[in-house]
């Protein structure tokens, strides 16, 4: 999580959608910098919802914050999941996926009972806004970042250039039609959101 005060923005870091990357571009300009440890690194917007927007609002009066995110292609998402839970250092724990398929993995992710493995949650839960208002003001499309870009440059009144940090090893993402079909149906709340994105493309 990143939190710009006078520009008035925080950019949650949704997992697997380059976040890394922009928090190295635009972190020593950033006001607030959330590292460690993961659970509040990756925020979900319930969480800066009930943790620290009370904390600007009550301890800096600050009420008028805006939330930026990213959304990555659902299946897209998935497999970068899959593909960085085969690293090395996970060979033999419950959640490496090194010997497993891309629909083993999505087949777990289906499960009434989500194996380690695929326990990944959702991004439509990562953003849903809260009872009180609270929302993800900007939200812009991983495959398309050039918007997004735009947006902070503009905000932020700089050049921001990206680089690629935390690529996992090239894997087979072929997914079962069957396999897609649930997933569709059983996510689609994080496609549909996804979907609703094109026009701000």
């Known amino acids: 999580m990143l939190v710009f005060w006078k520009e008035k923005l925080v950019i949650l870091a949704v997992p697997k959608t380059g976040t890394t990357a922009l ?7 950033a006001d607030i910098v959330v590292n460690n ?5 990756h925020a979900p917007l319930y969480r800066y919802n009930r ?5 600007f609002e009550k301890a800096a009066k600050e009420e008028n914050m805006e939330v930026m995110a990213i959304m990555r292609e659902p299946i897209s998402w998935l497999g970068s999941w899959y593909r960085y839970r085969q690293r090395k250092d996970l060979d033999g724990r419950p959640a490496s996926t090194k010997e497993l398929s891309f629909d083993d993995f999505v087949e777990g992710y289906l499960a009434v009972t989500q194996p380690a493995f695929a326990n990944v949650g959702s991004q439509a839960k990562f953003l849903e806004p809260r009872p009180n208002g609270t929302k993800v003001s900007h939200l812009f499309r991983y ?3 050039d918007p997004m870009l735009a947006f902070l440059s503009a905000r932020l009144n700089r050049d921001i250039v990206l680089d690629q940090v935390n690529v996992s090893a090239r894997q ?5 039609s069957e396999l897609e079909r649930r997933l569709r149906t059983e996510y689609n ?5 996804y979907a609703s994105l094109e026009q701000t493309v």
């Open 143 to 145: 495959e398309s970042p």
């Open 51 to 55: 943790f620290f927007r009370p904390m």
């Open 172 to 176: 087979d993402l072929s997914l079962s």
């Open 37 to 41: 440890p993961p659970e509040l690194k």
């Open 189 to 193: 709340r994080d496609f549909e959101l």
């Open 23 to 29: 928090a190295q571009a635009l972190g020593g300009s």
